[in-house]
T-cell receptor, first 112, second 111 residues
Framework: GQQLNQSPQSMFIQEGEDVSMNCTSS?????WLWYKQDPGEGPVLLIA?????ELTSNGRLTAQFGITRKDSFLNISASIPSDVGIYFC????????????FGTGTRLTVIP | DGGITQSPKYLFRKEGQNVTLSCEQN?????MYWYRQDPGQGLRLIYY???????QKGDIAEGYSVSREKKESFPLTVTSAQKNPTAFYLC??????????FGSGTRLTVV
């Protein structure tokens, strides 16, 4: 199955700094999703983007659906220790059952 | 509250044994999925089911089996044919056109 290219693979930042990560694909998607996974838990949906160019915020999180429909980015502002975890992007096509493709993940470490 | 429940949280298996991981959802979602996650890696699809009594192989189905006798349940059996079963297993369900809802995972260790 297809995997999306997600970067960076890992980040170490100071508490209070802003974070940016992105995801690219060779295929067009109709929906982009961003998930966060805490250690030993399942991924939890953070933000869903449904149309090209859309910019959506959820608290300190902001994500955008790229105009080409082949990319998306996620920004976290003023990071805090509980932001630690693995962030996954995912691209969704509306047809078929096996239609959610995941990025390889960005592991975020926040240094207090 | 609706959700998706995986059990057990931790599972230990002796080599050569089959084990079954449970996944139950009360979200009335049609589609269900099983993923495997190895340390530091992303999610790889094992099996998925779009409807009761039907399921399809994912990218790494060898050594695994599933059943979908009820809409709410999608158990995964890790057979002795799976040579490297130690991993974190995630179950998910989906309503058509929306993203996945994940369970909290089962960590399987071969001892």
């Amino acid at each position: 199955g297809q995997q999306l290219n997600q970067s960076p693979q890992s980040m170490f930042i100071q508490e209070g700094e802003d974070v940016s990560m992105n995801c690219t694909s060779s295929s067009i998607f109709n929906t982009w999703l961003w998930y966060k996974q805490d250690p030993g838990e399942g991924p939890v949906l953070l933000i869903a983007l449904y149309k090209a160019g859309e910019l959506t915020s959820n608290g300190r999180l902001t994500a955008q659906f790229g105009i080409t429909r082949k990319d998306s980015f996620l920004n976290i502002s003023a990071s805090i220790p509980s932001d630690v975890g693995i962030y996954f992007c995912a691209g969704l096509n509306p047809t078929g059952a096996n239609n959610l493709f995941f990025g390889t993940g960005t592991r975020l470490t926040v240094i207090p | 509250d609706g959700g998706i429940t995986q059990s057990p949280k931790y599972l230990f298996r002796k080599e050569g044994q089959n084990v079954t991981l449970s996944c139950e959802q009360n979200l009335n979602h049609d589609a269900m999925y099983w993923y495997r996650q190895d340390p530091g890696q992303g999610l790889r699809l094992i099996y998925y089911s779009q409807i009761v009594n039907d399921f399809q192989k994912g990218d790494i189905a060898e050594g695994y089996s599933v059943s979908r006798e009820k809409k709410e349940s999608f158990p995964l059996t890790v057979t002795s044919a799976q040579k490297n079963p130690t991993a974190f297993y995630l179950c998910a369900s989906r309503k058509q056109g929306y993203g996945y809802t994940f369970g909290s995972g089962t960590r399987l260790t071969v001892v």
